[in-house]
């Protein structure tokens, strides 16, 4: 049987009921996720210590695994790239032991106290962090995900329901097989994270319908794969289709500065969503900045599409570039490809990026406060920068420890999802037996 052959065989049960399946997993999680709200911060942290531990001690069982996810890989024709993406080394399973202890050392959300107050009728009321229940968490072929949605929902006091892709079903599966015994050492009921063992798309086509035991679900992958899930489920999703990220010279923007922040953000990691796609420069200093910027990017292998004025520009100065398209200007291109354009104005420029952007990570240089403070209240994305790369746009660089992922949505959540941003929060009222006239 050929290592693809094999894949698919792992990943459909025989039996095929696979709506009693997955119907069956969401009950226990939703039953689980009434214990686990409860549960101590001590509890949690001594499950997510213990997993630690056997990531540290199941070298062997992760990395077998990961070899047949591989094996299939190469048999598809998966690009090196990709294939890297799927790889499991020593050093990585480390790097997720210590990602777990890092997360088991963030503070507690759950029992944070927002805000109080005391009616003058009496009524004492309180509004604290709870989990929001039961979270369904999609994605696709990145091995340390199923580590770090569990960790992040059972440290927030959410059971989890995960669904990954087939080129990482083995992997995922021998991940999974930890949780129980972590979960068991600390008290925890074992359904609290559970593992869809099928990639069957039936199983998730059930799985988006149950608004009955679900209550929040967070696609992670690809724009094809968070169209389906938000198109298909009856539950909300926390969703970003893409990044499509500006970074705006104006013109009082420091030379150096937009040279080095513009650079940074397009090239210190391109296949990432809040790496900038699109380059706007103020026309009283595009003579001046761009073609500084556009040589330091050239230089760093990457491609500029232009409009006829920086065209114009580069072509003076001899730098390399290409016409752009009217597509051009709203691509996330995740390469080493850069749209280019000239504005008249700093309003020009947040009409752009409201208008072309993806309400992601957009950034400002320039050293007027005046024009900074517009730019930020006037654009509507989840971050806005002034003065700052947008690939600052991480829940580790604003110091949240880890992320789930990142919401361009405006309702509960946005930007970069942390603990905090898996709960909700509920009213406690306490009185002395008042009653309402």
């Known amino acids: 049987m050929s290592a693809n052959a094999a894949t698919n065989a792992a990943a459909t049960p025989a039996t095929a009921d696979l709506a009693g399946l997955v119907l069956a997993i969401a009950k226990r999680a939703r039953a689980a996720s009434l214990e686990l709200a409860t549960a101590t911060t001590a509890q949690k942290n001594a499950a997510l210590e213990r997993l630690a531990g056997l990531i540290e001690t199941s070298h062997e069982p992760l990395l077998a695994a990961n070899a047949r996810d591989l094996a299939a890989a190469r048999e598809n024709g998966l690009a090196a790239a990709q294939i890297d993406r799927l790889t499991l080394t020593p050093e990585r399973l480390a790097h997720l032991a210590e990602s777990v202890r890092q997360v088991a050392a963030l503070p507690d959300p759950v029992g944070e106290l927002l805000d109080e107050t005391t009616r003058p009728n009496g009524l004492r009321i309180r509004r604290v962090r709870v989990p929001i229940g039961v979270i369904g968490i999609i994605y696709e072929a990145r091995p340390n995900v199923t580590i770090d949605c569990a960790i992040l929902c059972l440290k927030s006091g959410n059971a989890s329901i995960l669904r990954g892709g087939k080129e990482i079903f083995h992997t995922n599966t021998a991940f999974a097989a930890l949780l129980p015994a972590a979960l068991a050492h600390a008290g925890l009921p074992a359904d609290a994270v ?40 009856t539950i909300p999703v926390i969703k970003h289709y893409n990044g499509v990220c500006f970074v705006y010279l104006d013109e009082a923007a420091d030379p150096a500065m937009a040279e080095t922040v513009t650079v940074n953000a397009k090239t210190s990691r391109v296949s990432v969503c809040n790496a900038a796609e699109q380059l706007l420069v103020h026309r009283a200093a595009a003579d001046t900045l761009l073609p500084r910027v556009a040589r330091a990017l050239v230089a760093g292998k990457v491609g500029l599409r232009c409009d006829p004025a920086s065209a114009a520009i580069l072509a ?23 749209a280019v354009r000239v504005v008249d104005t700093l309003d020009e420029a947040v009409a752009i990026i409201n208008r072309d952007g993806s309400a992601h ?34 829940g580790f ?37 008042q009653v309402r006239g």
């Open 397 to 433: 660089e604003f110091g949240f420890g880890a992320e789930i992922g990142i919401s361009t949505d405006r309702l509960h959540a946005r930007g970069p999802m942390g603990l905090r941003e898996l709960c909700s929060y509920k009213f406690l009222v306490e009185g002395t037996g």
């Open 361 to 394: 990570s957009d950034a400002i240089i320039t050293r007027d406060e005046a024009a900074a403070r517009r730019f930020l209240a006037g654009v509507d994305s989840s971050a806005v920068f002034w003065n700052a790369s947008t690939r600052f746009n991480d």
């Open 194 to 233: 559970q593992l869809i063992p099928t990639t069957d798309r039936a199983a998730l086509n059930t799985l988006l319908k149950l608004d009955d035991y679900i209550h929040c679900i967070i696609p992670r992958g690809g724009e094809s794969l968070i169209r389906f899930v938000a198109e298909n489920a």
């Open 316 to 338: 003076r100065g001899q730098i390399p570039h290409t016409a752009a398209t009217e597509a051009d200007y709203r691509t996330e291109f995740l390469a080493l490809t850069m």
